[in-house]
């Protein structure tokens, strides 16, 4: 059971470039989030997903886009990179909103 | 808008001392709330779930409560051990239709041997 998995680990990108960081989960939950964390800021919620076919805006959504087209996945692009978006990027995943989350390893993103 | 505050940000302790954790928030109206470690440079691994119809939830040597009329939890970690060092960290799963998990900014734990 390989429970959240993120691709890639790590990513170093030019100003203005795009990219898409892949979010996959195997154990069939509805639940899914995007995380950035910076030092002294603590975890912020980017977008999240109650279920297939839905996205929702969390505290910092500027900058980002979301899909999730499949229940499995959850991706989050940056369509012109900011070095302010250097940053570890999380994802997690739940069942329900009663049960627990769980994170994947995340990715490291530096934007020069 | 739920805000949740850790205190101590760091705390140093000696090997074998029983020891709390503090984790605060503004909006009472939870479904849950969650407690984490993360260890340098790696991802969050889930300690305990606590439920908001639950008054403490206890793991091994770690014992979480729930006040949620207060809006606190504590973590409280039994005989202390150098392994335990990390970053713990608690998130509140919001009522209502956000359903948004809000994390606090974490207390780095340093257990000395």
């Known amino acids: 059971n390989a429970g959240v998995t993120q691709t890639p680990k790590f990513r170093v990108l030019k100003t203005g470039q795009s990219m898409t960081l892949l979010c996959a989960q195997d154990?069939?939950?509805?639940?899914m989030y995007w995380y950035r964390q910076d030092p002294g800021m603590g975890l912020r919620l980017i977008h999240y997903?109650?279920?297939?076919?839905?996205?929702a805006k969390g505290e910092v959504p500027d900058g980002y886009n979301v899909s999730r087209l499949k229940k499995q996945n959850f991706l989050l692009g940056l369509e012109s990179a900011a070095p302010s978006q250097t940053s570890v990027y999380f994802c997690a995943s739940s069942l329900t909103i009663n049960t627990e989350a769980f994170f994947g390893q995340g990715t490291r993103l530096t934007v020069v | 808008k739920q805000e949740v505050t850790q205190i101590p940000a760091a705390l140093s302790v000696p090997e074998g001392e029983n020891l709390v954790l503090n984790c605060s928030f503004t909006?009472?109206?939870?479904?849950?709330l969650q407690w984490f470690r993360q260890d340098p440079g790696k991802g969050l691994t889930s300690l305990l779930l606590?439920?908001?119809?639950?008054r403490e939830q206890t793991s091994g040597r770690l014992n979480a409560s729930l006040d949620k009329s207060s809006g606190r939890s504590t973590l409280y970690i039994a005989a202390s051990q150098p392994g335990d060092s990390a970053t713990y960290l608690c998130a509140v799963r919001s009522g209502g239709a956000t359903n948004k998990l809000i994390f606090g900014t974490g207390t780095l734990l340093a257990v000395q041997p």
């Open positions: 606590i439920q908001s119809s639950q």
């Open positions: 909006d009472s109206a939870i479904y849950n």
């Open positions: 997903s109650v279920g297939e076919g839905t996205t």
């Open positions: 154990m069939n939950h509805e639940y």
